[in-house]
């Protein structure tokens, strides 16, 4: 079974500070995807990676930014957290780029910035 | 651009009932459809997809038919459970590039005894 694991199910954070959210997978799959969640507006795509130290911005990159060092970590930074970035946070992955690949999600991180 | 527009809800069942939540697409090219379920508290998990027209994607007693002629992946379930309360998510995804899914709003499910 593929499994996606994220380094924190609850932060708490406050204003201004540096975030970093985890992501971890271990099927050696090439493309990594950072996704948040907020009620009303289902899952929003932030920043994908489809190798090492590769990145491409999502819908709403604004406020973020990613690191992929290893192909099997890919990580969300929050330069500076602000109220507006609470929400939960979904990493995910998949082995190819075409339509038929599934895309495997992990379980989670819920943001709060204070 | 791509969308997906599903049934937001919430969806009130009770136990036994038919079960059935919209989705409709837009897209560029020709994707494929997935649903996925995200129970209380946890990530999404793929509970179907199709990947061609006329395909059916079937799980755990769900079912869902891609119908190109009327863009549509509307999800069934003959007789639900309580167990199956959770958000249900309509995504597409076109390929060509790793460019993420595109997701519905969700549908929040609730199934009473």
């Known amino acids: 079974d593929v499994k996606v694991t994220q380094s924190s199910r609850y932060l708490v954070k406050r204003t201004g500070e540096k975030v970093f959210l985890e992501c971890v997978q271990d099927m050696d799959h090439e493309n990594m995807f950072w996704y948040r969640q907020d009620p009303g507006l289902g899952l929003r795509l932030i920043y994908f990676s489809y190798d090492v130290k590769m990145k491409e911005k999502g819908d709403i990159p604004e406020g973020y930014s990613v690191s992929r060092e290893k192909k099997e970590r890919f990580s969300l930074i929050l330069e500076s957290a602000s109220t507006n970035q609470t929400s939960m946070y979904l990493c995910a992955s998949t082995q190819g780029r075409g339509r038929t690949d599934t895309q495997y999600f992990g379980p989670g991180t819920r943001l709060t910035v204070l | 651009g791509n969308s997906v527009t599903q049934m937001e809800g919430p969806v009130t069942l009770s136990e036994e009932a038919f079960l059935t939540i919209n989705c409709t697409y837009t897209?560029?090219?020709?994707?494929?459809l997935f649903w996925y379920v995200q129970y209380p508290g946890e990530g999404l998990q793929l509970l179907l997809k199709a990947t061609k027209a006329d395909d059916k994607g079937s799980n755990k007693g769900f079912e869902a038919t891609y119908r190109k002629e009327t863009t549509s992946f509307h999800l069934e379930k003959g007789s639900v459970q309580v167990s199956d309360s959770a958000v249900y998510f309509c995504a597409l995804w076109a390929g060509g590039g790793a460019d993420g899914l595109t997701f519905g709003k969700g549908t929040h499910l609730i199934i009473q005894p």
């Open positions: 897209a560029t090219g020709y994707p494929s």
